[in-house]
């Protein structure tokens, strides 16, 4: 593997790379194929969305030089709610239990996107952006909580690899979904 420097996105450049890399990776973008077999990301961000996501809980970004492999997008419920997908998501997380507790009386942070360039699938991207995710939160939350579309079995893979668990299903926008948790307590 070439020399993957894992930051968090700290420039401007830093949030257009990562809405690059967003555009081409978004379902609609791919063959149906490729989007089964590659994986692919389903909520679209404006760079404005992103900046206030970013300013909030700063993305975690994988760059080879100054390009970005890869990244994981951080977002509290204060921002994520003016979001029509991930408000749907905060507002089923609100509703869950986990280990007998309501999630909406836990402190927990979501991942509004996590995606690795197609050059750099199968390198340990994925994981290496999820330890620093861990390492720069899990000081301020209890949980990492995200959800993946049903139809996205290598991005549930990666996530049940990087530590998460599916804690329930649901179903919006058309899509089923599993709802997926990183306990950082144990």
């Known amino acids: 593997m070439t020399s993957i420097l894992i930051t968090t996105a700290s420039t401007l450049s830093d949030l257009q790379a990562i809405k690059s890399l967003q555009e ?3 379902k609609s973008a791919l063959a149906p194929s490729e989007a089964q077999t590659e994986g692919f990301v389903t909520a679209e ?3 404005e969305f992103l900046q206030l996501m970013n300013e909030a809980s700063p993305a975690i970004v994988a760059k080879d030089g100054e390009q970005i492999a890869g990244y994981a997008i951080a977002t509290i419920k204060s ?4 979001h029509d997908l991930l408000r749907d998501l905060f507002d089923t997380i609100e ?3 986990y280990q007998s507790k309501r999630l909406g009386d836990t402190n927990y942070i979501v991942v509004g996107q996590l995606c690795v360039a197609k050059g750099y699938r199968g390198m340990g991207i994925a994981k290496l ?4 995710f861990r390492k720069i939160y899990s000081t301020q939350f209890d949980y990492c909580i995200t959800d993946v579309a049903e139809d996205n079995p290598r991005s549930l893979a990666a996530h ?3 530590g998460f668990q599916v804690v329930n299903t649901l179903h919006y926008g058309g899509v089923s979904w599993h709802v997926v ?5 144990s």
Do not use: P, V
């Open 24 to 26: 081409k990776n978004m």
């Open 45 to 47: 961000y404006s760079l």
């Open 79 to 82: 921002i994520g709610i003016q």
């Open 95 to 97: 509703t869950l239990s």
């Open 129 to 132: 952006l999820y330890e620093a």
């Open 160 to 162: 049940i690899k990087a």
């Open 181 to 185: 948790l990183w306990d950082w307590n």
